[in-house]
């Protein structure tokens, strides 16, 4: 008998051209019908929220984690809003690239197309079930969503609703379809449907995001946890470092975009060290320091050796006083995820040498690392942030979502000329 992952994906395959056919303007309104769904069905899914929430703390699941779980109706206004600004964001499908006449008299033009159908396996964050079916949906994309069984109320009780204003607009419910089955074994049936699922796309943690690289024989897209670095140069300005260090870790510590390490120059730490220690402190920063930082404040507490390669995803931070900007680039190379990294500076040199020499998704000059976000950035929402190079890198946003195709216009030319039989 198949399993709910294959007939699920089969079914995406066979509807996936259907939904591209759809115009840019029908896939716009849908999305704001799903909105109105959204808002519509609010009680019911804080409802199916508060279950799955309760059920962690049953669980004895990390503060971090029930955060990322957790929905409000602040969250789930904030979420609907996300998927009417999708809704008003240009369409790429369509998009001309690139296009010419060649001397042989052909017309070539290279256009944005649909990937086709998307797999997403992702943990404990029911807003991604919005995001990505938003993205997905404005994209021409059929989508197979994998969530985490932490979740597995909320995530049933939104997509019901999205499939619900599916069928409302005359689009076929199954364009975005929750593999409901919480058995961990299934999601290897979705690493190995190649003939059904286009790419894959993790969003999660570390172990989560290597298993799914390590074993997809579908193509992924890697979206990597995020070992954030700020390193703080000598010339950086008091206020604006402390400010911007206390946001990047404590504004929200459970996202992958937070700060996890903090690089000090040795000048700028012997003179603002402990105002910034006490900074963090103010707001229940635990901070684990090197030997030098420890000696500059007792504070901070000794770092082990694997703090430094540490997603802490909470209240704790590490600190390593460095020598310049060099020092800084190479702790980030060997330690950081590729995700986002920061440079505060008031000398030009150091911003180019940090920004040339440093291999993240996104670099920031004198602002929070908090901002590597799809809604940030005027995506209206993302499908994650992507550590790769190819096919995507950094905030995903419609674009990412879209392959190209050639297509060429003639007029009867052929490559070669062969002759026609003559007599029939």
């Known amino acids: 008998m198949q399993n709910e992952v294959l007939s699920k994906a089969q079914k995406a395959k066979s509807i996936s051209s259907t939904l591209a056919g759809f115009t840019q303007e029908d896939r716009s309104a849908l999305l704001l019908t799903i909105a109105d769904k959204l808002n519509e069905n609010a009680a019911y899914i804080l409802q199916e929220n508060s279950r799955d929430v309760e059920q962690a703390k049953k669980n004895k699941v990390s503060d971090a984690l029930i955060d990322r779980l957790r929905l409000n109706e602040e969250r789930l206004k904030a979420i609907t809003e996300a998927v009417r600004d999708i809704a008003s964001l240009p369409d790429p499908t369509g998009e001309i690239l690139w296009e010419e006449d060649r001397p042989n008299g052909l017309h070539i033009k290279q256009v944005r197309v649909p990937i086709g159908v998307i797999g997403v396996i992702y943990e404990a964050r029911p807003n991604v079930t919005v995001d990505i079916s938003s993205l997905a949906l404005k994209t021409g994309n059929t989508v197979l969503l994998r969530g985490s069984s932490s979740t597995i109320h909320s995530n049933k009780a939104i997509t019901s609703v999205i499939q619900k204003a599916l069928e409302t607009s005359g689009f076929p419910p199954e364009s975005v379809q929750l593999i409901e ?153 060997k330690h950081g995820t590729k995700h986002s990294e920061a440079v505060l500076t008031e000398t030009p040199e150091v911003v180019e040498a940090f920004f040339n020499q440093v291999d993240a998704s996104t670099l920031y000059h004198n602002a929070s690392t908090r901002f590597t976000d799809g809604f940030e950035f005027g995506f209206g929402a993302e499908v994650g942030i992507s550590t790769q190079k190819l096919h995507a890198r950094g905030a995903m946003g419609l674009p990412a979502l879209t392959t190209t195709k050639y297509l060429v216009q003639g007029s009867g030319q052929t490559k070669g000329n062969l002759p026609l039989h003559e007599k029939h």
Do not use: M
């Not at 060290?273 to 090197?290: E, I, Q, R, W, Y």
């Open 181 to 333: 089955n919480t058995d961990r074994t299934l999601t290897k049936s979705l690493f190995t449907a190649r003939e059904y699922i286009d790419v894959i796309i993790p969003r999660g943690g570390k172990a989560l995001i290597d298993t799914v690289v390590r074993e997809s024989e579908v193509p992924v897209i890697e979206t990597g946890a995020g070992n954030c670095h700020i390193y703080i140069d000598e010339s950086a300005e008091e206020k604006l470092a402390r400010t911007i260090a206390v946001d990047a870790k404590v504004q929200r510590p459970s996202v992958c975009n937070a700060c996890e390490t903090f690089l000090i120059h040795e000048s700028w730490a012997e003179s603002h060290l402990t105002a910034l220690t006490g900074d963090l402190l103010s707001h229940g920063v635990t901070l684990k320091g090197d030997a030098t930082s420890r000696a500059l404040d007792s504070r901070i507490e000794a770092a082990e050796d694997a703090d430094w390669d540490t997603e802490f995803l909470a209240l704790t931070a590490a600190v390593k006083i460095v020598s310049g900007v060099q020092e800084a680039v190479s702790h980030i190379q």
